[in-house]
């Protein structure tokens, strides 16, 4: 939550038209994680949602103030930290966005993905990319829950 957090507050402070929320548990959730490496995939992320509500086009009937939204929800194996936004979405397919230099924005690099999923999968986890029927983007970063992690040690 911590990690959350903070990457959204400085997020907030550079771009305050639009309108950033959390959803984070009462309780503490622990990740065995680099916290550097996964502030880094969450800022990646987070910069992806905000060019992503500042396209969208003038006239939107959403509204001209967009939205961030990032969670944090625990089950019995994974933790997942959500970025869901309300922009333009993800260009299909989508499978190859996580793929080194493939983007679909103009001055974009394509490394932004890439270097989420490659954070995810050196802890382990995953990066799931959709698009929310509402409109906009939902992508997940799919960590192993400590409470696993313990489990397949002492196996």
Not at 50 to 62: F, I
Not at 100 to 123: C, D, Q, S
Not at 132 to 155: I, K, N, Q, T
Request: glycine letters at 12%.
């Amino acid at each position: 939550a911590a990690l959350i957090r903070q990457a959204v507050h400085l997020q907030q402070g550079a771009r305050p038209e639009i309108r950033f929320e959390t959803r984070l548990p009462a309780h503490d959730v622990q990740l065995y994680c680099d916290g550097r490496q996964v502030a880094q995939a969450l800022t990646n992320l987070l910069q992806n949602a905000v060019q992503s509500v500042l396209e969208r086009a003038p006239g939107d009937p959403r509204g001209a103030r967009g939205w961030i939204r990032v969670s944090l929800t625990e089950t019995g194996d994974h933790a997942v930290i959500e970025v869901e936004d309300d922009g333009g979405g993800l260009p299909e397919p989508m499978d190859r966005l996580t793929d080194p230099y493939v983007t679909t924005r103009g001055g974009g690099t394509g490394l932004g993905l890439a270097i989420v999923k490659k954070i995810m999968e050196e802890h382990g986890g995953a990066v799931t990319l959709a698009n929310r029927a509402a409109g906009g983007a939902s992508v997940g970063l799919v960590f192993p829950a400590l409470r696993a992690l313990d489990g397949a040690a002492a196996e």
